[in-house]
């Protein structure tokens, strides 16, 4: 959509505008109460993720979306990290904001960083992030130097992080906030607190950078709805009410095959960007996962990180047969590109289910200004 489509598609209001669903009625105890029930219940959420093994992982019908998914973090962090260091920063220091289990220490070891800090809401997960840094540590080469790394149980929405660090004063060059941010966004007091835990110890020159659903595309399927709800048979969302989406508090409940199943809030980006101007911080670029990829995928580095990660699905599949992950229809696009191609070549693709939900989410990169 052109910005004129989406200001209509996400009329929002101000934040102290009267909304529909009746929250101006509540007392003020009973806003407290939800609030602490919702951070509570996105802790308990991921905190009771139980680790799957790999044949697990394997049989899912989101394997290749979550690789997808893994993918455009991977090159994201590793562009990051080579505009760091052509601004001549060697030890470089990270701060991983909504580290959950550790998904990315793999890519923070690849991109040889300094300094790592973790943090996050739930405690199991960042114990499960210590642990995993911990064997990761033991099972290196004697040669291979493994960054330092701390690890911090908090609310990045209410406390202060910088107040945690055992180093004095310490500031970063990256900090990186995955799938995380669209939860503060129900109140501006935590929006802000959690831009302030990002942004504020970064130093001049140094990246914010993240994913997370996009409002518009949100907003547009739902209106394109004939219901609160639309999804397939791997992902759901659904809305409370239609044609009202405040600037803050503006839920939605997310579920994603055996992964998610948690309350969020719609990140009205505009409003992120000139939040984002009182931290020093400008925008570099926001690129919905589609366009990524589109850009990306030209270059062969990237196409080769794609398959070692097998971040696509081939098609046809190697046997001949439909993918185990079937419905007649999911593959209907792989195929009409595969009849205009020569006959026997094979693709790369992702279901049409996976697409529909891998294509709601958008990447983005602040810079401190000097």
């Known amino acids: ?152 149980t908090a609310d990045c929405t209410k406390e202060v992080l910088s107040e945690k660090f055992d180093r004095p004063n310490q500031t970063f060059d990256i900090c990186s906030c995955q799938f995380v941010y669209h939860y503060s966004f129900e109140s501006e007091a935590k929006a802000d607190m959690m831009l302030r835990n990002a942004c504020e110890s970064l130093k001049p020159g140094g990246f914010f950078i993240g994913t997370t659903p996009d409002a518009y595309e949100l907003v547009k399927r739902l209106e394109a709805s004939d219901s609160l709800s639309f999804g397939n048979d791997i992902f759901k969302v659904s809305f409370q009410s239609r044609g009202d989406y405040p600037l803050f508090g503006c839920q939605y409940h997310f579920s994603l095959e055996q992964v998610v199943n948690v309350p969020e809030f719609l990140v009205y980006f505009p409003l992120l960007e000139r939040m984002a101007l009182h931290y020093g911080m400008r925008l570099v670029s926001k690129q919905r996962f589609s366009q990524f990829f589109e850009e990306k995928v030209k270059h062969s580095h990237h196409r080769s990180l794609m398959m070692k990660m097998s971040s696509l699905e081939t098609f046809p599949c190697e046997d001949g047969g439909r993918p185990e992950s079937v419905g007649e229809d999911e593959y209907c696009h792989a195929r009409e590109h595969c009849n205009r191609m020569a006959s026997g070549m094979r693709l790369g693709t992702l279901s049409r289910s996976e697409w529909e939900a891998a294509s709601i989410y958008l990447l983005f990169i602040f810079q401190k200004m000097s």
């Not at 959509?1 to 101006?24: I, V, Y």
């Not at 979550?66 to 701060?95: C, M, P, Q």
């Not at 493994?146 to 911090?152: K, R, T």
């Open 1 to 152: 959509m052109d910005a004129t489509k989406e200001k209509e598609a996400l009329s929002m209001k101000t934040p102290n505008s009267k909304r529909t669903r009746g929250e101006d009625d509540e007392s003020p105890a009973a806003k407290t109460k939800q609030a602490v029930d919702h951070n509570t219940n996105v802790a308990n959420h991921y905190n009771q993720l139980q680790e799957v093994g790999l044949a697990a992982r394997s049989n899912s019908r989101i394997f290749f979306m979550r690789n997808f998914n893994n993918w455009v973090k991977s090159v994201l962090i590793g562009e990051t990290l080579d505009k760091v260091r052509a601004g001549g920063h060697r030890h470089v220091s990270v701060l991983d904001l909504g580290c959950g289990k550790g998904g990315d220490l793999l890519k923070w070891r690849k991109g040889g960083i300094g300094h790592l800090v973790c943090a996050d809401i739930a405690g199991v997960s960042v114990e499960q992030c210590q642990s995993r840094y911990e064997d990761m540590r033991r099972k290196s080469h004697a040669s291979e130097k493994i960054f330092s790394a701390q690890f911090i």
